[in-house]
């Protein structure tokens, strides 16, 4: 089978020898020629096949609940703050409890002392970031989940500092970075980066944003070396990458999309949802814009950057996809889930689950497009395992 398989890209090879023999008559030429994978040669690649469900967990979480998913903690299990059962004290209190197979059974792991609306889990599953206010300021506070032991990362004083955006981790779970301005002027915009290895913050003032007012999100890459800006005004949302110059951070390329969702793939290259609900892709090194997918409305890719699960409109219902990147496409696309919205996904550490949460819906009777009937929906987080 193999010794015929190479046979057969014999009168390819040829073809392309004869082109190119034939234009040495009129000088020296150089064409770039692609010829693309066929579906053949990419069921030997590792993951070459679509995706297949196994099981459906269904957590045991109410929209009742005053609960926040963060994510996994090891390749099956999940964890998430949660409000404490009731007991002697009369004051709500949360803790990071943690919900392993079958999924049934929330078991307690440590009280955290941060604000709960701003509280962020690595994505190697092993540290929690936060910040707690107290008289000196904001307390950004570093927490291992292995320990409890924390680390003050720094303060940001309200009367000289503003933080303008969340606190953000890189993929490799290296940098921690987040945006914030001088409260005297507001014009000065400077990009905090606190490096978890050594243990310290740098500043970098922001260069060529024409907007600066309303910056909601700032994602550093692997390397430390570069930057995604999410801008935000009354109108349009723009992604911004920019690059580690010096002691500054200079803006390169900006678009406009329809979210803010982006993601780093390499040092290199970034995806990002535009308008209308085209995924692209960006490539610095060639300046190349390319597209990956249409008419998405969300995605989340796997820590490995190997897989994409992504949702779009399918007739009257919503579907969650599940495929494979490579190059400049997704192969293998699977739906894995139908008549669901998610508002977040989260791949497990080994790519083999996918914690959803978000709403279930159900379509409403087809009516008058000037109606304001719209479709009943409940709040249901699950888990996917796949084959």
Same mark, same amino acid.
């Given at each position: 089978?193999?010794?015929?398989?190479?046979?057969?890209?014999?009168?390819?090879?040829?073809?392309?020898?004869?082109?190119?023999?034939?234009?040495?008559?009129?000088?020296?030429?150089?064409?770039?020629?692609?010829?693309?994978?066929?579906?053949?040669?990419?069921?030997?690649?590792?993951?070459?096949?679509?995706?297949?469900?196994?099981?459906?967990?269904?957590?045991?979480?109410?929209?009742?609940?005053?609960?926040?998913?963060?994510?996994?903690?090891?390749?099956?299990?999940?964890?998430?703050?949660?409000?404490?059962?009731?007991?002697?004290?009369?004051?709500?209190?949360?803790?990071?409890?943690?919900?392993?197979?079958?999924?049934?059974?929330?078991?307690?792991?440590?009280?955290?002392?941060?604000?709960?609306?701003?509280?962020?889990?690595?994505?190697?599953?092993?540290?929690?970031?936060?910040?707690?206010?107290?008289?000196?300021?904001?307390?950004?506070?570093?927490?291992?989940?292995?320990?409890?032991?924390?680390?003050?990362?720094?303060?940001?004083?309200?009367?000289?500092?503003?933080?303008?955006?969340?606190?953000?981790?890189?993929?490799?779970?290296?940098?921690?970075?987040?945006?914030?301005?001088?409260?005297?002027?507001?014009?000065?915009?400077?990009?905090?980066?606190?490096?978890?290895?050594?243990?310290?913050?740098?500043?970098?003032?922001?260069?060529?944003?024409?907007?600066?007012?309303?910056?909601?999100?700032?994602?550093?890459?692997?390397?430390?070396?570069?930057?995604?800006?999410?801008?935000?005004?009354?109108?349009?949302?723009?992604?911004?990458?920019?690059?580690?110059?010096?002691?500054?951070?200079?803006?390169?390329?900006?678009?406009?999309?329809?979210?803010?969702?982006?993601?780093?793939?390499?040092?290199?290259?970034?995806?990002?949802?535009?308008?209308?609900?085209?995924?692209?892709?960006?490539?610095?090194?060639?300046?190349?814009?390319?597209?990956?997918?249409?008419?998405?409305?969300?995605?989340?890719?796997?820590?490995?950057?190997?897989?994409?699960?992504?949702?779009?409109?399918? %007739?009257?219902?919503?579907?969650?996809? $599940?495929? !494979?990147? &490579?190059? @400049?496409?997704?192969?293998?696309?699977? *739906?894995?889930? /139908?008549?669901?919205?998610?508002?977040?996904?989260?791949?497990?550490?080994?790519?083999?689950?996918?914690?959803? %949460?978000?709403?279930?819906?159900?379509? $409403?009777? !087809?009516? &008058?497009? @000037?109606?304001?009937?719209?479709?009943? *929906?409940?709040? /249901?987080?699950?888990?996917?395992?796949?084959?």
């Amino acid at each position: 089978m193999l010794l015929n398989k190479r046979f057969a890209a014999l009168p390819v090879l040829f073809t392309v020898l004869i082109i190119l023999l034939s234009g040495c008559a009129g000088g020296l030429q150089s064409e770039t020629i692609v010829i693309p994978s066929t579906e053949e040669e990419h069921i030997v690649d590792t993951g070459s096949k679509p995706f297949q469900v196994k099981r459906i967990y269904r957590l045991p979480i109410s929209e009742t609940n005053d609960s926040q998913l963060l994510g996994w903690t090891d390749p099956e299990s999940v964890v998430g703050l949660f409000q404490d059962a009731p007991g002697a004290t009369r004051h709500l209190t949360q803790s990071l409890q943690r919900l392993s197979p079958p999924y049934e059974q929330l078991v307690k792991m440590q009280s955290v002392n941060v604000d709960p609306r701003n509280i962020e889990l690595s994505p190697n599953g092993k540290y929690i970031v936060g910040f707690n206010k107290t008289q000196d300021g904001m307390l950004l506070k570093l927490i291992s989940l292995s320990d409890g032991r924390e680390t003050n990362m720094g303060t940001i004083k309200p009367r000289e500092e503003l933080l303008m955006t969340k606190l953000t981790w890189s993929d490799n779970s290296r940098y921690i970075s987040y945006l914030i301005t001088d409260v005297d002027t507001g014009s000065v915009v400077k990009m905090a980066v606190y490096d978890t290895t050594a243990g310290q913050v740098k500043l970098y003032p922001l260069k060529g944003l024409q907007d600066t007012s309303s910056i909601s999100e700032a994602k550093m890459s692997d390397d430390g070396q570069s930057v995604l800006i999410v801008v935000k005004n009354k109108r349009t949302i723009s992604i911004c990458m920019g690059t580690v110059d010096g002691s500054s951070v200079n803006i390169e390329y900006e678009h406009q999309t329809g979210g803010d969702q982006m993601a780093w793939l390499n040092k290199d290259q970034f995806v990002f949802l535009g308008t209308e609900g085209t995924l692209y892709e960006y490539d610095r090194r060639n300046r190349a814009l390319s597209v990956l997918l249409e008419e998405v409305l969300s995605f989340q890719l796997s820590q490995d950057r190997k897989y994409i699960a992504y949702s779009q409109q399918d %007739n009257d219902s919503i579907s969650i996809y $599940a495929g !494979r990147l &490579q190059g @400049n496409d997704v192969l293998y696309k699977a *739906s894995v889930y /139908q008549g669901f919205m998610p508002s977040e996904m989260f791949w497990s550490l080994d790519n083999d689950n996918l914690l959803i %949460n978000g709403q279930k819906i159900y379509s $409403a009777p !087809r009516v &008058q497009a @000037n109606s304001e009937q719209s479709p009943v *929906s409940y709040s /249901q987080p699950f888990i996917i395992k796949f084959e």
